[in-house]
């Protein structure tokens, strides 16, 4: 008899490890905070890579599905000077293997795939405790607690279930995200949908860059990467938009109007989101009956590969209990001897975008180097 799952979290990674332990027909129940699947926006574009995102997706069966959600030709790839100059524009042939898809659609796929019921909205973890020999007690904010001998931490940066396993907290890594979208961008903001062309823009800076996705339904993305301290971005009033806009824009004085305007002529209010990362080498020793998988394990800087190696880790992690299906530790073991290493080559690879920012190689002409070298 299969011991029935407990994942607490449905992102992406934990949806994908529900998925697999599906196909092996081991059952799985996923306990997430969130009231509903729509209760917030799901973010924005990824890039799903064909060597770890894409093949967690094939361990999940439902290649067909992503297939029919990737927006064609957002590979496209643009880097720009601060002057405007355009120093790459790589066109998107079809070929490449880092497709473009929605991460609301690529989570509603895995949701869809699932048995009714495998996701129970609104439970929100309050604590988590052992009870000895491999089992753990989950209490909800609602009162309510499941009992379980096999628990995975399938919950992001500020895991409820890591403690367990680890005294490691986040820390904040010197970098942050303020970003704001612009709607229509065609037609009411021609200047900066020229500048990001088709698929994606980047202009890198020493301690500061824009980056701009075109999304489905004429919507640019933008993302404004500052090396700033949090006590920075903390004297800005975030809830008066035109003056927190302003604010940041001030930071690329002199740079072409079309890279700011994508800052200051945002339709929506500027979000702050600071960048947080667990240790690089981030480690643990085998406990009984429970691991964790993607941010809850490897919190890094964003540098594409967060939502595809959590995607793998709950890909793996169902590989693993279906090939050891009477012995969770054996599972778990294998697991995350895999695991570790392989989120340590992904936090620390040469030219990650916002790891990098403060480098003095943060060019243009740089990145497009790192790009060819690593065949992008």
Known sequence: MHTPVTIIGAGLGGLTLARVLHVHGIPA??????PSPSARTQGGMLDIHDYNGQLALAAAGLMDEFHAIILEGRQTMRVLDPDGTVVLDKADDGTGGRPEVQRGELRQILLDSLPV???????????VRALGEGRYEVAFAD????????????????????PLLSPATPEYA??????????????RHPAAAKAVGGGSMIAPSLGKEIFAHRESGDTLHTYVALSKPQDWFAAIDFTDTTAAAARIAREFAGWAPELTALITEGDTAPVLR????????????RAPGVTLL?????????????????MLDGAELGKALAAHPDDIEAALTEYERAMFPRSTEAAT??????????????TAHDLINMITDKGQ
Request: no cysteine.
């Open 294 to 310: 993607g941010d809850a394990a490897h919190l890094a800087a964003p540098n594409g590969e967060g939502a595809n190696l959590a």
């Open 143 to 162: 009162g309510g607690t499941v009992v379980t001998s096999l628990l995975v931490g399938a919950d992001g940066a500020w895991s409820r279930v890591r």
């Open 274 to 285: 600071p960048h947080y990362a667990l240790p690089t080498e981030h480690r643990w020793d």
């Open 174 to 187: 010197g970098t942050s995200f303020v970003e704001t979208y612009l709607f229509d961008a065609d037609t």
């Open 349 to 362: 690879f040469e030219g990650a975008e916002v790891q990098g920012i403060d480098s003095d190689k943060n």
């Open 29 to 34: 129940t996923v306990y997430e905070a969130e």
């Open 117 to 127: 019921g495998t996701v129970r909205w609104g439970h929100k973890v309050s604590g």
